[in-house]
């Protein structure tokens, strides 16, 4: 009896000055029966690495016997930021493009981010549907972010089941923000836009593996492939709150120790003007900026560490389109 295989494979994603290859591994995961194919990476970002842990997990739990259809699965997408626990790779690598997830689909002939990002597109390209798996900053709700108006990746998304779910505006819907800071460039928007349904889940948290963000990934995970019948089953009915993504970002107006307003806690329902934490002057003690929400919403982010300068995001509030 067939029972479904399980293959991993050491591929070159570029080479480093020294001649050093940088590779990565790809596990697949191939069901007895035929199906659709699901692509999931986690770490572009080094320092996020509870969605590695996710696909560690994800590997024992998957019962392969009842697999229809294929899973790809890269842990490591970006093996430079995950040896240097970093959310970007030093000049050194890449002075162009240090953000790897600023430049999908990539470009073989590019710079080395774009090198590293052309190889894992192949295997997106041939995919039914993307998860691209984050986390956020110190301390953040677990949210999973899609296209907004892109109706199979807002089903993705309603999928994988976090409680919040962020929806984005793109292309020449988007503000210009959002084009100067290349979001176009992102594996999500990228393989939307070649009509491959794709979400990015933010897991919480960076450098600490923490237990219930993990099993969110997991569980969300597997909930994807019942919704894609991969797996048999069904995706069970929830009461997820839609809301908007990069709006409402409180930043700091000065520089200094930031604390947080005691007991505010994400994922929160606040309104417009809940004070937020005050950034004052570690030497003189003066206050320098009491921070408020500039909107009602559920506060989703909130900085923890505490030493900030002025510009630097301290909380941010999403808008609620539907609940
Ligand atoms: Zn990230």
């Known amino acids: 009896m067939n029972t479904g295989t399980h293959t991993v494979e050491e591929v070159t994603l570029a080479r480093l000055p020294s001649g050093v290859e940088l590779t990565t591994t790809i596990h697949t995961y191939r069901g007895a029966e035929d199906g659709p194919t699901l692509y999931v990476q986690a770490a572009q970002h080094g320092r996020e690495i509870n969605g590695t842990e996710t696909l560690r997990r994800f590997h024992e739990r998957l019962p392969l016997e009842e697999l229809s259809g294929t899973i790809v699965a890269v842990p490591v997408a970006n093996p ?5 626990v970093s959310y970007i790779t030093p000049e050194e690598f890449d002075s162009v493009n240090p953000n790897m997830n600023r430049i999908w689909p990539g470009d073989e002939g590019g710079s080395l981010h774009q090198q590293m990002a052309a190889r894992l597109w192949t295997e997106v390209s041939r995919a039914d549907a993307i998860v691209d798996l984050h986390t956020g900053s110190p301390d953040m709700y677990p949210h999973v972010v899609y296209r907004e108006g892109d109706e199979r990746s807002r089903a993705l998304a309603e999928a994988f089941g976090t409680d919040l779910l962020l929806s984005e505006e793109a292309d020449e819907d988007a503000n210009e923000e959002w084009h100067r800071r290349g979001f176009a460039g992102k ?16 897991l919480a948290h960076n450098k600490q593996i923490l237990e219930d963000a993990v099993e969110e990934g997991v569980e969300g995970l597997l909930d994807v492939c019942r919704y894609m019948g991969l797996l048999p ?10 809301a908007r ?13 930031f604390r947080p307003e005691p007991g505010l806690e994400v994922g929160q329902d606040i309104t417009e003007g809940t004070p ?4 004052y002057d570690p030497r003189t003690y003066e206050p320098l900026h009491e921070a408020v929400a500039d909107r009602d919403g559920i506060l989703y982010a909130l900085t923890r ?11 941010s509030v999403a808008l609620v389109r539907e609940e």
């Open 80 to 84: 430079l930021t995950f040896d240097l």
């Open 187 to 202: 594996l999500r928007v990228a393989a939307a836009e070649e009509g491959i349904p794709s979400i990015t889940p933010e």
């Open 233 to 242: 089953g069904d995706v069970p009915e929830r009461n997820q709150t839609i």
């Open 245 to 257: 993504n990069h709006l409402g970002q409180v930043t700091a107006d000065g520089s200094g120790l």
């Open 276 to 279: 937020l934490g005050t950034v």
């Open 305 to 315: 560490e505490a030493t900030v300068t002025a510009g630097d995001q301290l909380a």
